[in-house]
C-alpha cells in the first residue's frame, strides 16, 4: 500500500496571505488528523477528521481550519498567516480510530516571511 | 499546557549500547502510549506502543517499561545502532478523548561509532 502522502512539500508565504495543505491517506483509512510541529513544542495536534466530519480538535485558533472529502482525502487551510505559523504540517491517517497506529506523511514545511 | 515531557533533549550513546530514553505524563486519563521515531524531511513513524493494562512490552530491541503510579515511561534500545540515531517522540491518549496523541518535545538521540 502507498504511504500518507502530502503536498506540497515545502511552501513559502507572506503574512496576511492563507494556505491550503493537501493530505492523502493510506488506502482504506478513514481518519485523518493533522499537527504542527516546531522546534522544542513537539507535535500539537490540530484536529481530526472521520468519514468527512470533525471529531476531535485541538487548542488552536479559528484561523486553523480543515475538511475532509469522500474519498477520506483532507485539507487543511490557514487563513491570515503570521510569522508563528511557520512550522512543519504532517498530517497522519488510521484505519478508524481508537488505538488504531496513526502513520504520518512526510509532513508540509511552511514559511512565513 | 504540556501533558507529555521528554525533559532530555538529547542523548548520545555508543554503538552497541542501551539507549534508554525517558517520558513523564501529567493526565492520569492517559492509558495508551506510543513511541516514535523520525528523521529530518521524513514524518514520524511509529516504534511500539502498549497499553495501561501491561507494564512492558517488548518487540525485538525495543522494549517500552510503563510505570502507572509515577506516570512514567521509558524506551529501551538493545544494543543501539548508528541507524536508530533519530528524534524519538513519546505520545500519550485516551478512550476519553479518542484517542487524540499528546506528543512530548522529542529526545534526539545520537549513536556514535
Known amino acids: 500500500k502507498a504511504g500518507v502522502t502530502q503536498t506540497p512539500r515545502y511552501l513559502i508565504k507572506t503574512r496576511g496571505q492563507q494556505v491550503t495543505l493537501s493530505c492523502s491517506p493510506i488506502s482504506g483509512h478513514r481518519s485523518v488528523s493533522w499537527y504542527q510541529q516546531t522546534p522544542g513544542q513537539g507535535l500539537q495536534f490540530l484536529f481530526e477528521y472521520f468519514s468527512e466530519t470533525q471529531r476531535n480538535k485541538g487548542n488552536f485558533p479559528g484561523r486553523f481550519s480543515g475538511r475532509q472529502f469522500s474519498n477520506s482525502r483532507s485539507e487543511m487551510n490557514v487563513s491570515t498567516l503570521e510569522l508563528g505559523d511557520s512550522a512543519l504540517y504532517l498530517c497522519?491517517?488510521?484505519?478508524?480510530?481508537?488505538?488504531?497506529?496513526?502513520?504520518f506523511g512526510p509532513g508540509t514545511r511552511l514559511t512565513v516571511l | 499546557d504540556q501533558q507529555v515531557k521528554q525533559n532530555s533533549p538529547s542523548l548520545s550513546v555508543q554503538e552497541g549500547r542501551i539507549s534508554i530514553l525517558n517520558c513523564d505524563y501529567t493526565?492520569?486519563?492517559?492509558?495508551?502510549f506510543l513511541w516514535y521515531k523520525k528523521y529530518p524531511a521524513e514524518g514520524p513513524t511509529f516504534l511500539i506502543s502498549i497499553s495501561s493494562i501491561k507494564d512492558k512490552n517488548e518487540d525485538g530491541r525495543f522494549t517500552v517499561f510503563l510505570n502507572k503510579s509515577a506516570k512514567h515511561l521509558s524506551l529501551h534500545i538493545v544494543p543501539s545502532q548508528p541507524g536508530d540515531s533519530a528524534v524519538y517522540f513519546c505520545a500519550a491518549s485516551a478512550v476519553s478523548n479518542d484517542y487524540k496523541l499528546s506528543f512530548g518535545a522529542g529526545t534526539t538521540v545520537t549513536v556514535r561509532a
Open positions: 493526565n492520569s486519563m492517559f492509558d495508551y
Open positions: 497522519a491517517s488510521r484505519n478508524e480510530g481508537g488505538t488504531d497506529t496513526q502513520y
